[in-house]
């Protein structure tokens, strides 16, 4: 039986992160080292053990048929360790550690923001690494805790648990474009004016919902300008370019300056709330459960549960 040593729990540690990411760089970032580090590590660690564990080539590693049984029964063992350091909890006065959480940018800017000051003066010992994306991400696969999602996005596999009530989602245009093109009056209407057309994660154009009930509609709407996040889609209509679709929270102070306003108003649709998620198999990170209640309680009045 293999001696185990820090040096080699160190190079299991630096072989799983790479299986995982299925790229030297993305692992050298995640753990803050050199790509020349890691491939030290790796040829340390097969020298040592006597086996080839991953095949790289330029463009990708994956791992070899022994590296990919190593790294299933590894992936057993470093989640037994995970839990018994988080069992220490309950000895600790505060959670200390890091958590690594994904969360798109409307939930980074509406909830997050508002949050951070407050989390940090109460749990001074926690480390938040935040990734800020749009796109669909498996949070396993790329070395996360937990991650935010809207609710209806969320994988059926993980933990969900709700941080506000169903969201307001409005169409907003510019005075200025408004006094241009006119407003419209039905859904309908639409379809011949300028509109942001949203990409989602994998590339697909949503159609922008409308109407609760049985006069629910979702529309293709045309448009002249694209976006795969909210923020240029907010200043595309703040710039009288198109109609733009968007939660009516993110455009509070917007419509309060008078610089959006709400068009079509009783078309307006409640969505699913926003949820943090994390993987069920695995126990709650330290500082997550901690995070996720002062998500909660200092989420805006817009995004209350009632």
């Known amino acids: 039986m293999a001696t185990l040593n820090r040096a080699s729990l160190a190079d299991l540690n630096v072989f799983m992160t790479i299986v995982r990411r299925r790229s030297f760089r993305q692992a050298a970032n995640e753990l803050d080292v050199t790509t020349s580090a890691l491939s030290h590590s790796m040829r340390h660690l097969e020298s040592r053990l006597g086996v080839k564990l991953l095949n790289r080539t330029s463009r990708s590693v994956a791992p070899t048929l022994a590296g990919a049984a190593l790294a299933e029964r590894l992936e057993q063992g470093f989640q037994t360790i995970g839990e018994a350091l988080g069992d220490l909890d309950q000895y600790r006065g505060t959670p200390a550690g890091r958590l690594r ?109 409308l109407g609760e009930g049985p006069r629910a509609t979702a529309l293709d709407v045309p448009g002249p300008v694209s976006a795969n996040e909210t923020e240029s889609a907010v200043l595309a209509a703040i710039n009288g370019v198109a109609l733009a679709y968007c939660l009516e929270h993110r455009v509070e102070q917007e419509l309060r300056d008078g610089l959006l306003e709400i068009v079509l108003p009783e078309w307006s649709v409640m969505g699913a709330p926003f949820y943090m998620y994390y993987p069920s198999r695995r126990q709650t990170p330290p500082g997550l459960q901690q995070l996720i209640e002062c998500l909660r309680e200092n989420a805006p009045g817009g995004f209350s549960f009632s």
Not at 143 to 164: E, H, N, S, W
Not at 188 to 206: E, F, K, T
Request: hydrophobic share 45%; with cysteine; net charge neutral.
């Open 101 to 209: 959480i994904n969360v798109p940018r409307d939930a980074a800017r509406l909830l997050l923001g508002p949050a951070l000051p407050t989390f940090f003066v109460q749990y001074a010992d926690l480390e938040l690494e935040l990734t800020v994306e749009d796109r669909p991400v498996d949070i396993v696969a790329e070395g996360y805790d937990a991650g935010i999602r809207y609710g209806g996005t969320v994988p059926q596999d993980m933990v969900a648990v709700p941080l506000t009530g169903k969201l307001r989602w409005v169409v907003v245009g510019a005075p200025a474009y408004l006094a241009r093109r006119g407003r419209p009056q039905v859904p309908a209407d639409l379809m011949r004016h300028a509109c942001v057309r949203m990409r989602l994660g994998d590339n697909s154009i949503y159609k922008w919902e």
